[in-house]
């Protein structure tokens, strides 16, 4: 059966279980001591053009962001991210669960908006009352956005702008970080990223590793005893190995970003079809996720054949689907399903 | 100088500190087992009509709240309430902090509405991913809102219906509970909610004692081991007496219901001099909170012979600002105010 | 029945009440921000001789630890305490439940010392594992401790030197601090507390009070944020004249000394009577809190007659029981036991 | 350099590693919903003799205690576990974060006895005060304990005996289960701990798999929304497959039997090198983890060539180290160990 249900049905690429396998038998130190950790951090801090960066690495999305959250955040602070969040809506009340508010503001396509930022920083400040309120404490974006959209340098400098004017900040959640620097749209680089933010992760799972996140502090701001409060969100993997060599071989030789552009390739080729077949879009995106628009009695047909993704209801006769490409999406996938459709 | 700021501002009804005097040298046991706490526990299941019902008493509001709430709400639970509602906005993350996402939902006039709720239960329900999101776990309305405004009978019942749909509890913020059933337009009594919520609390902070908010449990649905956890919120008092001796006195004689008509009639006068004086509303309240919007140098103006509660900015020179009464407000501070005006 | 069941078993000193009463109709703004706050606080530092320090009036003794040590503690920190400690044992979890580990030491007779304490820090840094424990964030002891003991000042002097060693704060529970000022046998001073301690809190609810408890903090070290932080623990009282307007009566005119003699005049009388009757003691306190040993079906008779509080089993036949008096106790009273016994 | 530091210090056994390779293009669906988790529960559950037990995977061993402590315990009620406990003292405060209490009792090489536990309850419940404690929620035992000690099954049949005479799980944590089986002085079999206790876990990161640990429920007792639950503590990974698959292929022909047995073998020539030497046992353990007391200098000395790790201070001039073997470790390595000495 073809699918395109998410970008994690696939296990690692095959370079990775390689490096594994070669190094299987070498005594390495636990906790992320260990020489292939060391590397990892190194060429990740080279990509980020930001030679005193602090890497660390993390088994997934949820996990990373309520650990990079909870320990940013100060005790009355919660964090501000767009309704639509990751965050805010997808993550179980991970980050609550923490003690810390999600303060959601309006976004548009999945993205907030600098001057929305700044009017939300800006009343809050200005309230009489706010000492009884949760305060901003640091700002979280996704890049691409639960939307598959992505911010424009121009926006990204704006919003970082406006975190700074109010001293706290600036968080991006690159679990697909890969498929947003790979897009054609895009002219943001992880250099951008890494002078913009103040702390972002470049996401593994969702880009060719069995699991792992990169969480790289770019202002000489890891939290205090950061290692101990991983440990104590029972995030702190033993054979840290297990992350670094994984990180080790995408960063090596281009490998990550070679393999996002085939998300990108087969996303656009994926595009073209729902647009020659007339099929409406929920929204414009691109990067590896396609939202369009189905009638349902035609959505459980293709359902039959193809794996993809329910996204929410558009109205009694309509839903909208996400199909997703990834590192390891076969063009010829794409073809059947432009057969099929 | 006059002021109209808040429900807070005197101490408590002069008859509560009379028994305080009378009673202050009588040994009672502590931590709520005295036997003032006993009567005033049966004087408010009897002004209920709910004899089965269990009474605790808290201190402060946004204790109440959070104690509720954290005590009632299984491990990936939230709470639904408004976005305006007490628990979403002003209590400074106390709900977070107990680990539990406020689930936030469009209101109107600082209500929820019955639909409103039912197609956010839905939606949750019918969500395929529903399990990586907070489960509803209960549903808080204040009555009065935070704008004073009150649910009706028919309105209440049509919530408490779409709860018991789905299995979960309804609870109410009464923390000026005695200001709403005063009201000359409300057609709802303290025996409509007592059957309608299964957890509510009378205020008494804002309604002649110096301190005290009285949980009524309804349907025989005391959390397990809820002293325990009372103390574990920081929120179990050595001397219960003090609590107990107020409710007691409070709810003897219809003192809470005098007192509360008090507030409401001198409110009633405020808003007829606001009208008279064309002042524009910023909506219309049958309670003791009146929210009425100013031009600035009006505001200011105004504000150096009267206190008054800054609300939020109107647009950019117009403010809303709320006038309070409370059981304590004499009416000739009323026509002072109209005088000034 | 007599009772010597606790120090809690009365209402307010009288001439709080009258205050409470005199100011009663004046309209103060909330939260701890009224002129009688501001005087109490005034006063206290005064007699702390710490004209410095940071004052703020909480409820009750576990609400007071569980916010002082959550918002002072860092991310993976925990507070060091007696095995004994009312944190430790006997406040519901309410230290857990804000996240944070109780390191339990040895104690004596409620006390702990500046070498085990010493020993336990140094063990701690010298662990190679130590960043997979929690790190010991501040020292908490009380003064008089759980059994009524006291520090000496060389005592106190050597725990704060610790502390200062190893950079973590010192923080004293001084629920009964009253009680311990007052006993003949002590030569420590409330300026002596102020400046050996980081923080610590003057107990109102044993001493006199109705309810509330007086934090000071000595080092210009309030946390961040600390209302709002009190708010969200559920612990900020809207009429925060309640507290100031005690705490204010009490160190006007020594009341808060001059009342803190009476439990100790009381306690002594009692401890001579025990002594005359031949009762074995569990310990020698100095304080109002006396704990002797009863054969237990003496126990039983004498609670036929009088109410005292079950401490812990002693043996098969044994019971230790402690007696408290208080600033209330009167001396007949304490007479009609030596009858009894 | 030989190492014997810890029991993860290799990668995975091989066949894991060649299944992942095996398996890896396969579009499998998301958050252990696969075939392969499904395959890998099926066999736990035969392994066990439990055909009812539900089998949930978690990544490593503070994720799994902090995951099923935290959904297990009701909201005031604490672990019972030993003062040596892992979770007492390992894990960053992990338990605490959760918001409960680890309530230490006495051990004697790092086992809790039936009795000290049953004393312990009896004497919380006979505690006039224990509604101001933590209620005992439920009893974590480690087998192998941190001291490689075992439970034997009249203990552990006594233990479990306590805790339902009390009403409250027994929770087992494995992390080390297989070497534990595979001791040559044990008579508890896999079926024996499924039967005497509530939950526990089967530890893969320590024995054999790159991570990975199998929780089971025994008693048709899975927490309301666990799945939630695990994702809530940033726990539940997007390609459960990595672990379904890993169990899968230890659960497979005995291979978790075998090679456990691996690191009972080289710890028992492990234990008798040290015995020909004459070196001093801290204690003796029948698992993969012996701990020896060495003389400062040898200490140093042995260790520019052999890893082992700090386990405690044992007297001035003495410390007690730690030798671990693992599924990994080679006979070679022990006797080249034997020649050093």
Not at 117 to 123: E, F, V
Request: charge should be negative; charged fraction near 25%.
């Amino acid at each position: 059966m073809l699918s395109f249900e998410n970008d994690y049905t696939e296990g690692a690429h095959p370079k990775i279980l390689e490096r594994l396998m070669e190094t299987n038998m070498e005594k390495l130190s636990g906790y992320g001591s260990d020489r292939y950790c060391e590397s990892a951090r190194e060429k990740i801090r080279a990509a980020c053009g930001c030679p005193g960066a602090d890497v660390h690495f993390l088994v997934g999305g949820t996990q990373t962001n309520e650990v990079v959250i909870a320990t940013m955040l100060g005790s009355c602070e919660g964090v501000v991210a767009a309704r639509t969040g990751h965050v805010s809506v997808h993550e179980a009340g991970a980050i609550e669960y923490t003690g810390h508010k999600v303060l959601e503001i309006p976004e548009t396509e999945g993205k907030i908006g600098a001057e929305t930022l700044r009017a939300y920083l800006h009343t809050f400040w200005k309230d009489a009352n706010h000492e009884h309120m949760v305060f901003p404490g640091m700002v979280y974006i996704s890049h691409p956005t639960e939307y598959g959209t992505l911010y424009t340098k121009e926006e990204l400098k704006a919003i970082s702008e406006v975190c700074r004017e109010y001293g706290i900040p600036l968080y991006m959640d690159g679990a697909r970080l890969g498929y947003g620097l790979a897009s054609r749209e895009t002219d943001v680089t992880l250099p951008d990223i890494a002078k913009l933010c103040d702390v972002f992760y470049i996401g593994g799972t969702k880009v060719g590793a069995l699991c792992g996140e990169a969480v790289v502090f770019t202002k000489n701001n890891t939290p205090k005893h950061f290692m101990s409060a991983v440990k104590r969100h029972g995030a702190l993997l033993a054979k840290g190995r297990l992350l670094g060599i994984q990180f080790d071989v995408l960063f090596t030789g281009g490998l990550f970003q070679e393999i996002s552009r085939n998300a990108i390739g087969t996303a656009e080729r994926l595009k073209q079809v729902f647009h020659e077949k007339g099929c409406r879009f929920y929204l414009e995106s691109s990067t590896n996720q396609q939202f369009v628009i189905l009638e349902n009695s035609q959505m459980e047909k293709l359902a039959e054949q193809v794996r993809f993704s329910f996204w929410e209801t558009y109205d009694e006769s309509h839903t909208v689907v996400r199909f997703a490409t990834s590192w390891a999406t076969r063009m010829e996938d794409v073809e059947k399903l432009a057969e099929l459709l």
